[in-house]
């Protein structure tokens, strides 16, 4: 039997719900929160080591890379907080309708950046 169906195979030409988007960032930032508690490790046994070790860190911390990395490590923790938080409300059985998931994800989305640009102000 011939399947003569379409078949699109560009997923850049596909248009994806904001749900996908959001359940696909929070899968995302949690990869990349793996990946980064090893740099918050680092620096938190550099800094327990001795006085030096503290004294390193302070001064690697203090650079704007070191910062950046920093903003992008909590950005990364923000928004994953914001999309759990709103799994676990759906979970809850709150949201599930084909109107309350969109705003759902675009609610935890808008908080995720406020709160984004005010760490980014604290950090730098």
Known sequence: MKDHRPKNLDLTTIRQPITAIASILHRITGVMLFVAVGFLVWALSLSLESRQGFDQTVAVMTHPFAKLITWGIL??????????????????GFAETKEGGPLAAKISMVLSVVVIVLMGIWVW
Do not use: R
């Open 75 to 92: 950005s990364l923790v923000v928004y994953h907080f914001f999309a759990g938080i709103k799994h676990l409300i759906m979970d809850a």
